[in-house]
């Protein structure tokens, strides 16, 4: 069997040198933050180079397209969908398509049209 990681999202994002690290977090089922709402809990922790970040963040940038693309075709009426779509992704998306796309918003929020480019970042950060 293959072991699989269910993340309700990202809490911190950090990058020292060369190495970009992903805690991924749970909401807790038993604790609660000052709010009421479900305390969000460090689960695992991603650890890739910063080569290896910026093509995950190309593939993730694809799999945002792909998913405004189905949710527009979603709210579209029956008769304007097209009977088959075209994935630019070559796998099936492994997770369930929303019934609206995301909303991105704020400063760091890049354009649909081009991908999240960090600046500054070395090419090879170790010899």
């Known amino acids: 069997m293959i072991e699989q990681i269910f993340s309700d999202g990202i809490g911190t994002i950090s990058i020292t040198g060369g190495t970009v690290r992903f805690d991924l977090i749970t909401f807790s ?3 609660n933050d000052a709010g009421g709402q479900p305390k969000a ?3 695992q922790r991603i650890v890739m180079t910063a080569d290896a970040f910026l093509h995950s963040a190309g593939k993730v940038q694809e799999a945002v397209q792909v998913l405004a ?9 029956a008769g304007a969908r097209p009977e088959t779509e075209s994935l630019t992704t070559a796998e099936p998306l492994p997770f369930a398509v929303p019934q609206q796309p995301p909303v991105l918003s ?6 649909a049209s081009e991908p ?11 010899p």
């Open 29 to 31: 089922p038993t604790e």
């Open 41 to 43: 809990v460090f689960q």
């Open 69 to 77: 693309k189905l949710a527009a075709n979603a709210r579209a009426p």
């Open 106 to 111: 704020g400063p760091a929020a890049p354009p």
């Open 116 to 126: 999240a480019k960090p600046a500054n970042l070395p090419k090879r950060p170790f």
